[in-house]
C-alpha cells in the first residue's frame, strides 16, 4: 500500500516538474524576442507564434511559417492549450502570437498562456502576458 502511494505521488511530483521545466522554457523564449524586439535584431520586431505542440521564434510582425529565421520549438509530454485564443490581438479578437514592438518590447498581445501535461491536463502552469511586456 505505500508502494503504491508512493509511486502515485511521484507520478504527480515528475508531471510538475515537467510542465514547470518547459514553462520556464517558453518564458525564457518570449524574453528572447522581447530583447530581439528591443535591440531591434536585423532592425525588426520579434514574437512569438503558438501551436499546441510547439512554439516558433519568429522576425516581424506577421508570423510566416516559411520564414528561415523562424526558430522552431517542439514540446514533449506538455501541450499549450487553446494557442489560438491565448492571447488578445489587439483588435478585441485572439491571436496565438505575441509580437513585441521594436525598442519599447511592449505588446497588444496580452492574456495568460496555459501549459498543461498531455496525460493529466488538470496539471497546468500559467504564463501571464501584459501590455507593457511583462512575463510572468
Known sequence: ILATIGQASY??????VQ???????LRSSLISAQQQAVAAED?????????ADRYVIFPTTI?????????????????????????S??????SPNVVFEK????????????????TDQSVTRDLIISFFGAIE
Open 89 to 94: 490581438d489587439g483588435n478585441a479578437g485572439f
Open 103 to 118: 525598442f519599447t518590447g511592449r505588446t497588444v498581445n496580452t492574456g495568460t498562456i496555459v501549459v498543461a501535461v498531455t
Open 63 to 87: 508570423y510566416d511559417p516559411a520564414n528561415i529565421q523562424n526558430k522552431v520549438k517542439i514540446l514533449s509530454g506538455v501541450s499549450i492549450l487553446q494557442p489560438d485564443s491565448s492571447l
Open 11 to 16: 507520478s504527480v511530483w515528475l508531471k510538475k
Open 19 to 25: 510542465v514547470n521545466t518547459v514553462t520556464e522554457q
Open 43 to 51: 532592425g525588426k520586431a520579434w514574437g512569438v507564434h503558438l501551436e
